[in-house]
């Protein structure tokens, strides 16, 4: 027997040895799915299949990558190299770019991402003279995306009664004008946006005979993983495909369709049976990856779905430790004890930082893991996310500050004195910089100085004016209120929350999440209980020093990942910390009231859940700062769907402990964490009674400031009785230290402002 076969299970064998002709497994997580489409292809290429007539999909770079490795790995050789292994998108792009001359495309064309396309579309718009608060980038790219995986182009959009109706409802008739503009310039400039690279190739392989007889020859043996996550554009293409020899192999679980949202329909799924004559079917009911009690949790929590395929799924692997259910007081908390949780497993089990996942619903919670586990010094890495802090809206967001504090920085200049667009061209930017040089000055010298001539307009005097009044706030407020002016006053945070769409939503999260931990960094004292600079200066140097500790970008570093749950799909980790069960955030507030999308919200958690190999956490937190203010959040109805004899609960929240790590760098960031504020302490702040209000006796009548001196018994009108300690300062600023007792303590009072009587 070969090498690869040894330790197969009967239907896996099966389903590997199966040669020619369309196969389908269908089975439930942790089966070997993956492994029997990694298997048959080294079968496949073992019986002599060239790795040039094999084409194996499926949905993340790094799903691709670790199927490339496991190919590799079965065969012992380099061969694999030459297969086309690969996400959807990237595959055809590579096609595209030998085949790009049949569609009249450059061969070296662009590819526009998201943010590229957005600005095409927003230029169309203006030049449409269209409203582009009305017909904002983010919702005609979206509507544009969906008629492009749904295989609509410009012509057919414009024909179809459906559609004109619907956007004739939005009282947006022009949406096909612009598709079709979009699709033209696109064409001009030579780019093709994520969606062309299957629209394109699906025109590729209806328009061009040649083209499809090309493909359909030479891959003899197609093999799609996760394919209950294909949208009509790749189903259609995989169908095309594979017609010559019908030799397509899919894999995949209904209870893992977590795309829906995208397009994707389970349906390609259930009907690949009617596709094909004689499909052979294979059931994996085994799982190898999880402990009993993860699988067992993991099928009581899909049984809980109305729409699914039944599947039984067991595993001889041992009962395995329960499920960890942690609650914490607040999301930093959360992050704390995760971070702890995982110091701990390592010192009592040698694990590594790479055997743990941290896996969350939403990218805006990754902020409170990554700031404990830096202040913790593990090593980790964001996948399939930037960085909190180096994401575009927080840069953007970072960068108004960075230039209220310091007008020289030229860059961060450049980044927002058109964003959000307020009619600052390109051109006048290059000018201004041209000016600069000449006068041998600064950026902001040259726009802000009135002796400079010849550059200044009313929209530059007024991102100056703008600046310039952020400024007069500096000395006396606090970085979260300047914080909070720059969001709203520069249309920053308006821009954001104007956009409705998945991303857009995101965004907006984020830049709340920023303005959050803003918000905690001015209001929590710190360690000796003194409200310590809380100025913007000193906020924005603490962020420097965050973003500017390295990240390991190496992917096989030993290193803790984090990442949503999407992006986890296909993958097992020893230790999995699910994080944020809680109603509004997981289940997302919007599949509330809906029970599709519940369900899908559900097989999200029945995919975190089945990604643990051996420990898994479910943790929530009390409240968490989100859109700005704390909110407290019920436990996530997803917690009662875990059987009570599998759960281990754990209340924490009251840890405040120092974090222990070694000198250098590390104490470094250490002393920077030390400052920074938790959201514990803000908490008990809160907890703690305010302090009495005082109504004024019927006889109030203030007395002069002048007569005031220490040991006088005075009444202010809001803080009550007080007994005055001292007096300093002038005629105009003379200042009284008063000890209002326990309610207030000692407050300094500004006389000449204050409304004081004395008692005696
Ligand atoms: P998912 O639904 O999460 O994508 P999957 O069905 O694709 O899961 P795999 O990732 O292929 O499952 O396999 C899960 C784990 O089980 C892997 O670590 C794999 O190596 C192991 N495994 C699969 N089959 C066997 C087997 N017959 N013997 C030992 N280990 C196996
Ligand atoms: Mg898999």
Known sequence: MQNYLVGLNEEQRTAVEHMDGPLMIVAGAGSGKTKVLTTRIAHLMYNGVDAFNILALTFTNKAAAEMKERVERALGNTEARNLYIGTFHSVFARILRGEANRLGYPNNFTIYDTDDAKSVIKGIVNEMNLDDKHYKAAYVYNRISAAKNSLIDPAMYKLDTTIQQEDARGNRPQMGDIYEAYARRCFRNGAMDFDDLLFKMYILLTHHPEALAKYQGRFQYILIDEYQDTNLAQYAIIKMLGARHENICVVGDDAQSIYSFRGATVQNILQFQDDYEDVKIVKLEQNYRSTQTILNVANNVIGNNKNQIKKSLWTSNDEGDKIMLVRTMTDNDEGRFVADSIKEQQMRNHYANRDFAILYRTNAQSRSFEESLRRMNIPYKLVGGTSFYQRKEVKDYLAYMRVVVNTQDEENIKRIINYPTRGIGKTTIERILVRANELNTTFWEVISNHEIDGIRSTQIDNFVMMIRSFQAMLEKHTAYDVAYAVGKHTGLVQELYNDKTVEGLA???????????????????????????????????????????????????DVVKL??????????????????????????????????????????????????????????????????????????????????????????????????????????????????????????????????????????????????????QVEHQKFGMGKILTVEGGVQNRIAGIDFGTGHGVKKIMLNFAKLRIVK
Not at 510 to 520: F, T
Not at 670 to 683: G, I, R
């Open 563 to 712: 990442m949503t749950i999407h992006a986890a799909k296909g993958l097992e980790f020893t230790c999995v910390f699910a994080v944020g069960l809680e109603e509004n955030l997981f289940p997302s507030a919007m599949s509330l009231y809906d029970r599709e999308n519940l369900e899908e919200e559900r097989r999200l958690f029945y995919v975190v859940i089945t990604r643990a190999k051996a420990k898994l956490w479910v943790t929530y937190a009390n409240s968490r700062y989100r859109f700005g203010t704390l909110v407290q959040n019920e436990p996530s109805r997803f917690i009662e769907e875990i059987p009570a004899a599998h759960l281990d609960k754990t209340f924490t929240g009251t840890s405040n402990k120092a974090p222990t790590s070694p000198g250098g760098f590390g104490s470094m960031m250490n002393q920077t964490f030390d400052k920074m504020p938790s959201l514990k302490k803000l908490a008990d702040k809160l907890a703690q009674p305010a302090p009495p209000v005082h109504t004024p006796s019927p006889d109030f009548v203030p007395d002069d400031a002048m007569a005031m001196e220490p040991g006088m």
């Open 507 to 557: 965004r907006y999260e984020n830049v709340q999440e920023l303005l959050n931990s803003i918000k905690e960094f001015t209001e929590t004292p710190d360690e000796e209980g003194e409200l310590r600079d809380k100025n913007l200066g000193s906020y924005l140097q603490q962020i420097t020093l965050l973003t500017d500790a390295d990240q390991n970008n190496d992917e096989n570093a």
